[in-house]
């Protein structure tokens, strides 16, 4: 019997997909991270943003019961995880909930590494099939790319 994952690890995921797809193609150069706005307009989103939490609460949720509060406190921790395994590095991390915005992050050696690697038997490197698969809207994947790379 296959338990399904609970609802926090997927978004974990969906979250820590979307940030080491744009550290890792905009490696070398740092990013700043927005929880807010994790998602670049350039690309068909696929995580909650404060628009979605404004739209919430025109819908008559309150700010301690909104449904989209939990998704933004998550990729805050996603990012806060991903420091904490060096995975990733950013500039005046300071561990709450009021920060919104991680400045100069990009991947460290580790997790370079971790997105370069290949199969032995396949020619494209987890970064790239990370980007093709996000890009593509493929979540299934973008989950198990994930889990291979974090777990």
């Not at 744009?22 to 350039?42: A, C, G, K, M, T």
């Not at 921790?77 to 992050?105: D, L, P, V, W």
């Not at 970064?127 to 593509?136: E, F, I, P, V």
């Amino acid at each position: 019997m296959v338990l399904d994952e609970p609802d926090n690890i997927k978004v974990f995921k969906s979250c820590a997909a979307v940030i080491l797809d744009i550290l890792y193609q905009s490696f070398p150069n740092p990013v700043d991270l927005d929880i807010l706005y994790l998602e670049p307009e350039r690309r068909t989103r696929q995580l909650k943003n404060f628009d979605d939490e404004m739209k919430s609460w025109d819908a008559g949720h309150t700010v301690d019961e909104n449904p989209v509060k939990p998704h933004l406190e998550i990729y805050r921790n996603s990012i806060y995880y991903m420091i904490a395994e060096e995975i990733i590095t950013c500039n005046e991390t300071k561990h709450g909930e009021s920060q919104r915005t991680f400045y100069a992050c990009r991947l460290t050696s580790k997790g370079l590494r971790v997105l370069g690697r290949s199969y032995l038997k396949e020619k494209e490197s987890i970064g790239t099939k990370l980007h093709a698969a996000l890009k593509d809207g493929k979540y299934k994947v973008v989950q198990d790319l994930v889990k291979q790379l974090i777990f």
